[in-house]
């Protein structure tokens, strides 16, 4: 078995540390096979029995690594127990990206340390280990697939603003009121004049003449603000309305207002049967 085999059957089996009395080394790599594009993480712990003064690492922890190379490492010293139960480790973590494709592989790390106050020195050795690497995705594929990604998601968005498009303007049609012509704006007033005056005449014909006067001049475009009901009918005589409609209309309004000042004598049910007459006509006329 060559120094590379040997190794990636270590990291299989968890790496078994070297052990110098006591101080010891273990090492760890998360995969054995990865993409091109991935990276890896090795770690390489030592161990050591007593507080972290006990010893001292002078020189750098540098890999030699042959198609991989250290994107980043970081180092960090604890301990756990106190007194004669104290241990104390140093944890050396790298993360390391391929450079080429195929057996790639790290050397034996050789890690000198010095005890301290006794100046005794050692070194301590890792596994060499091998790593296989997978060729490079093509570019080409990976713009595709990007691509492909993006337009779906480009997709997704364009429907689902859509969808959302769709039901705003649903909503709003629905809630935006039905538009009423000047005849059914005044049918609905003639309906509420009515029922609020009731068989009161003279009320009737008071409301009667502000809605008719509104519905001639919404439709004829006459102005009525401040004239007399004798001007507005001159207005309407020349609009593009029926002799009957003119003739009605102008029946209407005099009557109104005649009795809107004026005490009024009706008959039982005088209100009901003028109220039918206008709605009859306008909704024929109108």
């Given at each position: ?39 890896a993480a090795y770690q390489v712990v030592i161990s050591w ?213 004026a005490p009024v004598n009706a008959a039982p049910g005088e ?6 007459e206008i709605r009859n006509f306008v909704e024929k006329h109108?």
């Open positions: 078995m060559n120094r590379y085999g040997a190794a990636v059957l270590t990291a299989m089996l968890g790496l078994t540390p070297c052990v110098s009395k006591a101080i010891s080394v273990s090492q760890s790599i998360d995969r054995t096979d990865m993409r091109f594009e991935d990276t029995e007593g507080p972290p003064t006990r010893y001292r690492f002078e020189k750098a922890l540098r890999l030699e690594a042959d198609k991989l190379k250290v994107a980043s490492f970081s180092s960090t010293v604890n301990s756990t127990g106190t007194g004669s139960d104290e241990i104390s480790s140093k944890v050396v973590n790298y993360r390391l990206v391929p450079t080429g494709s195929g057996t790639a592989g790290v050397e034996s790390l050789a890690i000198e340390f010095m005890e301290w106050p006794d100046t005794t020195v050692g070194v301590l050795l890792t596994d060499a280990f091998a790593i296989a690497v997978a060729r490079p995705v093509p570019i080409k594929a990976l713009d595709q697939e990007g691509n492909s990604i993006w337009l779906w998601s480009l997709a997704v968005v364009v429907l689902l603003g859509g969808a959302a498009g769709v039901v705003v303007w649903m909503r709003g049609k629905e809630e935006k009121p039905p538009v009423r012509t000047p005849a059914q704006a005044f049918l609905d007033d003639l309906a509420t004049l009515k029922s609020d005056t009731g068989s009161d005449l003279k009320q009737f014909q008071t409301g009667l003449y502000k809605i008719l006067t509104v519905f001639v001049s919404v439709l004829y475009q006459i102005d009525v603000n401040g004239r007399s009901t004798e001007a507005i009918l001159d207005d309407l005589e020349k609009a593009d309305l029926s002799r009957e409609g003119k003739d009605m209309l102008s029946d209407w309004l005099r009557r109104a207002e005649r009795e809107k000042y209100t009901i049967r003028l109220e039918s109108f």
